[in-house]
Nanobody, 113 residues
Framework: QVQPVESGGGLVQPGGSLTLSCAISGNHGRIPAVDWYRQAPGKQRELVAVITPSNKTNYADSVKGRFTVFRTDVPDTVFLEMNNLKPEDTADYFC???????WGRGTQVTVSS
């Protein structure tokens, strides 16, 4: 099993958009459930969004209506589309394969004018 790899982070102005990608490779035996976490400086890691193998999704209240998680099967990639970004969304964002507890190294998102 191979850890997921995030990409797509960067600097964006308030109200802007970014889409993060989580590339999943390796034989996990099944389509994995994946979640996105974020960790802001000095704060605990928090759950942002989840997508199940059947593409059911769930979101933290703080991002509902602004973030969308979706996936492609070939290649197996999970995306986190983030719209109307706010300074409080600034954090390192991590992709996590739930059943194997594999974490990516994260990608940094900074929302600032």
């Amino acid at each position: 099993q191979v850890q997921p790899v995030e990409s797509g982070g960067g600097l964006v102005q308030p109200g802007g958009s970014l889409t993060l990608s989580c590339a999943i490779s390796g034989n996990h035996g099944r389509i994995p459930a994946v979640d996105w976490y974020r960790q802001a400086p000095g704060k605990q890691r928090e759950l942002v969004a989840v997508i199940t193998p059947s593409n059911k999704t769930n979101y933290a209240d703080s991002v509902k209506g602004r973030f969308t998680v979706f996936r492609t099967d070939v290649p197996d990639t999970v995306f986190l589309e983030m719209n109307n970004l706010k300074p409080e969304d600034t954090a390192d964002y991590f992709c996590h394969i739930i059943h194997s507890n594999l974490w990516g190294r994260g990608t940094q998102v900074t929302v600032s004018s």
